[in-house]
């Protein structure tokens, strides 16, 4: 076991991330990827019809082992069994709320970690509503792209507003993150070409992926997942574990990326990449860095 993840078990805040070099970093991912691989953690995902199969098959090709479960008569049932639970609101309809919150609730009060995923959330009043309902429930982390981000740290900030623009500088999105940490009490996580991972004091940064992952539907809705499947076995080293999800699907993006010929066979390529990294790759390949 490397020296790193001894440090890491001791819980958040014991290590000193400033002092970690590259090559630690990226040991640090693998040794949670391992340890992902080693007990395949049960991720119960409540999430949108796009983005089901390759949430479930990302999940899979990570050692994880995911569920689709989502209806409200079988939360009490099985929510508790799950090592994690995703909430994702892409194709939010009435009787799903009920569904999320419970689950949510469910999660909470077992002790495991719970991911939200704010798809779209400023486009309408139902989902804001939804989400800020949602959030009042202890996500462990929420991950976002950074207009959805930005959406919720305003909205949250003065409830009942409607969230911001279309367009955001990433440094705007990185204050929001921050805030939005703050005042949920969650890690905060914002995809692009650099993910930025927040607790509200500490921002890191994951350098990898590449943009054609964004001409393949749902791919943040997975990462998300993948979070959830991270946090699971490193719960009380939720910033770090977010972090090292993103970068590992981004890596495994920059690999599908050389095999691949367009969106289609990027996404067959980055889970097969996804599925067969080992050690040397993730040790040298991961791009983590310290913001603040
Ligand atoms: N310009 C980019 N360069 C490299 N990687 C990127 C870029 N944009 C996004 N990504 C990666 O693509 C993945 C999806 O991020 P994105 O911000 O597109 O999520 P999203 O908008 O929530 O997606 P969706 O709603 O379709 O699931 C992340 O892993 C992110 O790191
Ligand atoms: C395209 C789409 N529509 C609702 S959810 C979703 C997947 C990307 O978020
Ligand atoms: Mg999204």
């Known amino acids: 076991m490397a020296q790193a993840e001894e440090s890491a078990s001791d819980g958040a805040g014991a290590v000193a991330l400033d002092a970690l070099s590259p090559a630690q970093w990226g ?4 040794d949670l990827l391992e340890k992902v691989r080693a007990r395949a953690p049960l991720v119960q995902c409540i999430t ?3 983005s089901m199969d390759l949430m479930a098959n990302t999940l899979l090709a990570a050692g994880a082992s995911p569920a689709m479960v989502h209806s409200l008569h079988e939360i009490d049932d099985f929510t508790p069994q799950a090592d994690a639970l995703c909430v994702n609101i892409g194709t939010l309809s009435d009787g799903w709320v009920p569904s999320m919150r419970a689950a949510a609730a469910a999660a909470f009060r077992a002790g495991r970690p719970w991911v939200l995923d704010p798809v779209a959330v400023s486009a309408s009043e139902f989902r804001m509503e939804a989400c800020l309902g949602l959030m009042a429930l202890r996500p462990t982390v929420i991950r976002g792209n950074p207009s959805e981000i930005i959406a919720l740290s305003s909205a949250s900030r003065v409830q009942g507003s409607k ?4 367009s955001h500088e990433s440094l705007d999105a990185v204050e929001s993150a921050k805030s939005l940490a703050q005042r949920s009490g969650a890690i905060v996580a914002v995809s692009g070409a650099t993910d930025f991972i927040t607790n509200g004091q500490q921002v890191i940064a994951a350098h990898n992926g590449v943009a054609m992952m964004q001409k393949i539907t749902a791919t943040g809705c997975t ?5 959830a499947a991270f946090v699971a076995v490193e719960p009380s080293a939720a910033l770090e574990a977010t972090a090292y999800a ?5 890596l495994a993006g920059e690999l599908g990326f050389k095999m691949a010929k367009g969106p289609a066979s990027l996404r067959m390529h980055m889970i097969d990449s996804l599925h067969s990294l080992h050690e040397q790759i993730v040790v040298s390949g991961a791009n983590i860095s310290l913001v603040s």
């Open 27 to 30: 040991q640090r991912a693998w």
């Open 48 to 50: 949108n019809f796009v």
């Open 163 to 166: 969230g911001a623009d279309s």
């Open 223 to 227: 990462v998300t997942a993948l979070i």
């Open 246 to 250: 993103l970068s590992i699907f981004g």
